[in-house]
């Protein structure tokens, strides 16, 4: 979201950002004063409306603050802050199914609008003071970068030839951060020990846990809490990238790159580490700093592959040998087995027996975003293939989920000429957005 309503807002994080590229050893200590502008306030709440989400233990939601004023909800914040009487709310916690592993759940807290508002603030004026600290190969969570650009960086390295590849996965990444270490990563740019208190407090937060068998709530977490920062606080993925960063130059300042003829790529917990017949002692070399720090490698599903023969996974991509049409092998990259098999299971739920009770063309609403969004994030490597066999499993399913809720007569063949259309236009615009690429065939003939 642009802060083109707020031009006072974008010039401080412009004049920060730029304080903080001149001076790499500038410490900050006059930022909590700009946290109750009701500019800064005003774009942090606009930011938090735009990503919406569920109400947080109070039961508060935006509709309940924009039908009493959202400006007086801001004034009222603003005063708190001014007043230091502000203290941050305890987390709810949720369970999220982990997609295509019945059974297996990630755990997201979920803070209160008010803590929402309050951490995008913070994060308003600390992000541009860090970002001018992150190395070039952190991708995860920053403008003008994308994880496009972390793949596309994977395969420039491929291709120069660090094909020993350490194919990292990290133990419980945000919930093993140490809260001490994390605050001395902050602590290396921020002195203002108002805006220390109120990152702290979001680190100490009460967790609320709700039984799903008792229906009762139990309380974790708070100031006895050593480590960790909730996926799902505003603030978490900023505090994520500043502590990894630690990793990243450590690598360098232990001369680790050239060591080991390597390079790491970074996005948000995952990355990779690309060596020149390495491997073993870089993976040996990245145990170390990790500990060092905290941190721990999945010993489970860590491994070390060797590119092109041994595929391995980095952000949803597969890179590995891929084929053209003609059956020629060549160095690429794909969507991944496990992501293609999570997007079945989706579409696979959206059209399930007990999902007949709505429209044809309510469903079509709902799946083409969900198609839609998936084929835009894999617009880059090789899909064709995948596209096929995708189109045709949704016609495969679309057509089912009709029968189902017409079983007599042969209506569902009538509204299926209808809105199949509009799906067929969605594969169709999928593939336009990979130029070359060749088109499989219709299911309605393959």
């Not at 508002?117 to 190395?135: G, M, T």
């Not at 989706?346 to 969004?373: F, Y």
């Not at 089912?400 to 259309?421: D, F, M, T, V, Y």
Request: hydrophobic share 40%.
């Amino acid at each position: 979201m642009s802060l083109e309503r707020w031009p006072k807002v974008a010039a401080l994080r412009e004049k920060l950002n730029g304080k903080a590229k001149a001076e790499p050893g500038f410490r900050f200590y006059l930022l909590y004063d700009k946290m109750y502008r009701m500019d800064v306030l005003q774009a942090a709440y606009a930011l938090c409306r735009k990503n919406g989400g569920a109400p947080g233990v109070d039961g508060v939601t935006f509709e309940q603050i924009e039908a009493q004023g959202a400006e007086r909800f801001l004034g009222e914040l603003a005063r708190e802050l001014k007043s230091r009487t502000y203290e941050s709310n305890a987390v709810r916690r949720v369970m999220i199914p982990k997609p295509g592993k019945p059974g297996e759940f990630r755990p997201l807290g979920i803070p209160t609008i008010k803590d929402r508002v309050v951490q995008q603030a913070a994060k308003l004026l600390l992000e541009p003071i860090f970002e001018a600290d992150l190395p070039e190969n952190a991708y995860g969570y920053r403008a003008g970068k994308s994880a496009h650009d972390a793949v596309q960086s994977v395969m420039r390295g491929l291709k120069a030839g660090y094909q020993d590849v350490v194919d990292a996965d990290l133990s419980k990444y945000f919930d093993t951060i140490p809260h001490d270490q994390l605050m001395q990563a902050v602590e290396r740019r921020i002195v203002d020990h108002k805006m220390l208190a109120l990152i702290r407090g979001w680190l100490k937060a009460p967790v609320h846990v709700e039984d799903e068998r008792t229906g009762k709530t139990r309380i974790e977490g708070g100031q006895a809490t050593k480590a960790g920062t909730p996926q799902g606080g505003v603030i978490s993925p900023l505090l994520a990238n500043i502590y990894f960063r630690r990793v990243l130059v450590a690598w360098k300042q232990f001369g680790y790159d050239r060591k080991y003829r390597s390079r790491i790529v970074n996005y948000a917990d995952d990355f990779v580490i690309l060596t020149q017949g390495k491997a073993s002692a870089a993976l040996d070399a990245a145990r170390a700093v990790l500990v060092r720090i905290g941190l721990t490698l999945n010993e489970k599903k860590t491994r070390i592959c060797k590119a092109p023969d041994e595929e391995f996974s980095f952000v949803g991509f597969t890179f590995g040998k891929q084929y053209t049409l003609e059956g020629k092998a060549y160095l690429g990259m794909a969507v991944s087995r496990k992501k293609l098999q999570q997007h079945r299971a989706r579409l696979r739920m959206m059209t399930g027996s007990s999902q007949t009770q709505q429209s044809a063309e309510h469903l079509t609403k709902k799946m083409l975003p969900v198609i839609r969004g998936f084929w835009n994030y894999f617009s880059i490597g090789a899909r064709a293939q995948a596209l096929g066999t995708m189109e045709r499993y949704v016609f495969a399913r679309v057509r089912r989920w009709l029968k189902r809720k017409h079983p007599k007569g042969g209506r569902w063949s009538e509204q299926l000429a209808n809105i199949w259309p509009d799906f067929e236009a969605t594969f169709k615009r999928a593939r336009a957005r990979k130029h070359g690429l060749a088109t499989a065939g219709s299911p309605r003939t393959a």
